[in-house]
């Protein structure tokens, strides 16, 4: 501190010793404000810690304020000032000025000291039995923060007691502070005497105030039903408040008190219908859509809940208005769907077709989607295939795309529909479908109805030379199970795309989706064709399931409204998760079987969960195995049916009564030995199908494969390695952490390799990471070229490899980890 701020602070130290004299609030005011301001600016003025504290015996409640931030700010920097500031605190809790005790007791609690604690404690049981509300209000919200250090129960017995405050600050204060302290528990526990207390005092409390008392009273469980009836009475004119915290508040009371008894439930229900539109009405005029939004949400949950016959007269309410924002358009276009009816549906159908014109794309597309799910929802299809026909003559993009996602859904329902649009299905071109999803959706309705679409098979070959093109996974996923599907009744039109398929799906895609399904499919059509139509032909999910937001829903629990699941349409267990509690016991803690077994399992339970992971019992597994006679003519060919694609049959190999396993693929290049098979390759399933009841015949000998066989000395110079290293493509990087007691040296690295007749062309080190290049020659023709990555502190190796051979670069790799023990 410069030598003119030392003077100012001094200065200040002879106002404040002066300052019991000075008769003028005001310039004892001025005072106090120049230390806080040369506080705030961060001069150091800790020196006027004993005159401030002098200062704050005295009436004014601004002088008060201003003095208690400077003693707790530096109070908590320097301990040595602890004891004076608790004293201080003290001496005011014990003022006859309500305020002044408030304050002190706020200041006490904000001192973040040990020495404090018994102090805090003290003050904060008295500050609960005082007269003034203020006072006791501030306790509360002491007791919060205190309670976490020291359990104390006797704080919790107090705040119960407080809720018979007559001051209705103390008892909202109360509530809310119990709710936190006994969070665990569940937050304050509401009991019959306190329900009715609270709620023959309801009008006392503001909004927040009964807000909270109604969240309170949804959790009480009324054991009788004149109980139930009571409460109800008490909220009846809560549900024309206008305030819409206080109204669903109410609401939320309403259904948690009728959710066990369903005749009750549909009344309470209609008699919310009326306050919820009145209000979505009401914020709607004013502009304040952000209530407008919450309330709607509540409706379209009570409509999922099954109580959307009682928003059917009122539909006019959710027509869309043109200033409204986007959120507010869809969620109504949401409800639209769920309250549909027989006596209302054509007037909201042609309000759809009004918003499917509109500029807004995303709206239009919503209004198709809402059309969708009401024509599943009600069964007068028949009545409005016009109006989806005049939607896909606009020959609009995002139109057309939504049409078809909607078209799926419909046709999952009315499968007999689909030859009133088979001209359309036929004469799209794939390239007007704009989005992948609507792509997807268009090729599985041709080969969900490929025996009613003449021409399915020939668009699905125009689709998969597009789509290799494309390499759209999720397209590409379809079109593979689509071709299957077309396989088991339009055999001979389909088995060559589909055996193509298969091997493009397999050898040139990289997604490791795609290449597990079609080896899945290969195998399977490879093991039992009559298990493979069962499995890939299967009866798909109920219609219910693709109904907009699960419209005939009726799960979840009343405790889900007036909560953020209503906003995210979702129940908690969806966007939370609940971390289980772990054992603690000291097994548990051992590295092996038993650790990360939750409490309360047992580890046979665990071990049972994880070997049973699609849940299947086996006396619920259905009888797959069907009578050839089942399957169509054009499903027996004489000839292969999978295509004459002249390799593919080398590429997989299955058999049926052994399982073929690959040895870790390390390079990706699936090099491991194979056992011996008695079917090679998809060729071969034409005799799966045949009705030929001859022997099938044997696979032939497969080549010997190439042995990996070393050079003992090494010829290779400098220039061609370089030559060669530039020159050859690289294989996937090989990472691994290696165990040893100790770092070794570059000329340790290079004599272990040297023992596996692999040279060191150079070497060098910088910083922490050894770097070796390294090569080796096949005895017969070949050469392996190796960068050895070490790093000296972590143990990890990194191998980048190159070779011209790349039949036996996967055994190379193996053979060079094999010198460090790795298997």
């Known amino acids: 501190m410069d030598l003119t701020k030392k003077n100012e602070v001094n200065e200040l130290k002879i106002l404040l010793n002066g300052i019991s004299f000075e008769k003028d609030q005001t310039k004892k005011r001025d005072t106090i404000k120049k230390v806080i301001a040369y506080m705030t600016l961060g001069i150091d003025v800790s020196s006027l810690f004993s005159e401030m504290c002098k200062a704050s015996r005295v009436e004014d409640i601004v002088q008060k304020k201003m003095i208690y931030q400077y003693i707790t700010n530096y109070a908590e920097k320097n301990p040595d000032l602890v004891v004076m500031a608790i004293n201080t605190f003290l001496v005011d809790c014990k003022s006859h000025n309500g305020k002044i005790r408030g304050l002190a007791l706020r200041s006490l609690c904000s001192l973040r000291s040990k020495d404090s604690e018994a102090h805090t404690n003290a003050a904060i049981l008295e500050g609960l039995d005082d007269i003034d509300p203020y006072v006791k209000k501030t306790a509360i919200i002491g007791c919060i923060k205190v309670f976490r250090a020291n359990k104390n129960e006797e704080y919790t017995k107090k705040l119960y007691k407080l809720i018979f405050d007559p001051s209705p600050l103390v008892v909202i204060n109360s509530i809310s502070a119990l709710n936190e302290i006994e969070e665990k528990k569940g937050g304050c526990e509401p009991t019959e005497e306190i329900v009715i207390t609270l709620l023959n005092r309801i009008k006392d409390f503001n909004e927040w105030g009964q807000s909270i008392i109604l969240d309170l009273v949804a959790r009480f469980e009324a054991d009788n039903e004149d109980l139930k009836f009571d409460i109800m009475n008490l909220l009846e004119d809560r549900l024309k408040h206008a305030s819409s915290s206080v109204l669903l508040g109410a609401v939320k009371v309403f259904i948690s008190l009728t959710k066990d008894d369903k005749t009750l439930s549909k009344d309470v229900q209609e008699r919310l219908a009326s306050p919820l539109i009145t209000i979505m009405a009401s914020a709607g005029t004013t502009e304040n859509y952000e209530i407008c939004y919450n309330v709607i949400s509540h409706i379209h949950f009570i409509c999922l809940k099954g109580g959307g016959e009682f928003f059917q007269n009122d539909f006019k309410q959710f027509f869309l208005k043109y200033e409204e924002p986007s959120y507010i358009k869809f969620l109504k276009l949401d409800v639209l769907a769920c309250i549909s009816s027989e006596e209302n549906v054509q007037e909201i159908i042609s309000e759809l077709e009004e918003y499917v014109s509109d500029a807004n794309s995303d709206l239009a597309k919503r209004a198709i989607k809402t059309f969708g799910d009401i024509m599943i929802k009600l069964n007068n299809f028949e009545d409005n295939i016009s109006i989806i026909k005049n939607f896909l003559s606009l020959h609009t993009d995002y139109i057309t795309s939504e049409c078809i996602l909607a078209l799926k859904k419909i046709f999952m329902k009315y499968r007999e529909a689909v030859e009133e649009f088979e001209d359309f299905l036929v004469n799209i071109s794939f390239d007007s479908i704009s989005e992948n999803e609507a792509k997807a959706a268009y090729i599985w309705i041709l080969g969900e109805f490929g025996n009613e679409i003449a021409h399915a098979p020939y668009i699905l070959e125009i689709m998969i030379e597009a789509q290799k093109d494309m390499q759209c996974v999720e ?17 001979p039109e389909v088995k060559n795309m589909l055996g193509k398929f298969i091997k493009f799906s397999i050898t040139e895609n990289t997604d490791a989706d795609l290449k597990d399904r079609a080896a899945f499919y290969y195998k399977l059509l490879q093991a039992d064709i009559f298990s493979a139509k069962q499995i890939i032909c299967g009866d798909g999910p109920e219609i219910e399931e693709y109904t907009a937001n699960n419209l005939t829903s009726k799960h979840g629990t009343h405790d889900e409204y007036f909560s953020e699941e209503v906003l995210k349409i979702k129940s908690k267990s969806k966007f939370k998760k609940k971390h289980s509690k772990r054992s603690k016991t000291k097994e548990a803690t051992d590295e092996g079987a038993e650790e990360g077994i939750a409490e309360g399992e047992t580890k046979d339970e665990v071990e049972e969960d994880d070997n049973n992971l699609i849940d299947f019992e086996e006396e619920q597994q259905p009888e797959i195995s069907q009578p050839q006679e089942e399957l169509s003519e054009n499903f027996m060919p004489s000839a292969n049916l999978l295509g004459d694609d002249d390799t593919f049959g080398d590429i997989l190999e299955d058999k049926k009564e052994e399982v073929y396993q690959e040895p870790d693929d390390i390079l990706g290049m699936g090099t491991g030995e194979k056992k011996e098979t008695k079917e090679s390759s998809i060729d071969d399933l034409s005799s799966a199908f045949s009705t030929d009841s001859g022997p099938t015949p044997a696979a032939e000998a ?104 790349t039949d036996l670069a996967e055994a190379f790799a193996l053979y060079t980890l094999g010198a460090f023990g790795i298997s």
Request: charged share 15%; hydrophobic share 40%; net charge neutral.
């Open 475 to 491: 397209i590409s996923i379809e079109l593979l199970t689509s071709l299957a599907k077309l396989f088991f009744t339009r055999a």
């Open 702 to 805: 497969e080549p010997q494969k190439p042995q990996l066989t070393l050079k003992t000395t090494a010829d290779l110079d400098p220039n061609n390695f370089q030559q060669k290293w530039m020159t050859l493509s690289a294989f996937p990087l090989i990472s691994r952490r290696l165990s040893l007691p100790s770092a070794p040296s570059i000329q340790d690295l290079c004599n272990l390799f040297a023992s596996k007749y692999i040279f060191c062309m150079a070497n060098g080190q910088v910083d922490q990471s050894i770097k070796l290049y390294l090569y080796s020659q096949h005895t017969e023709s070949g050469v392996f070229l190796m960068e050895f990555l070490f790093n000296v502190m972590t143990f990890d190796i990194q191998i980048t490899l190159k070779s011209d051979r």
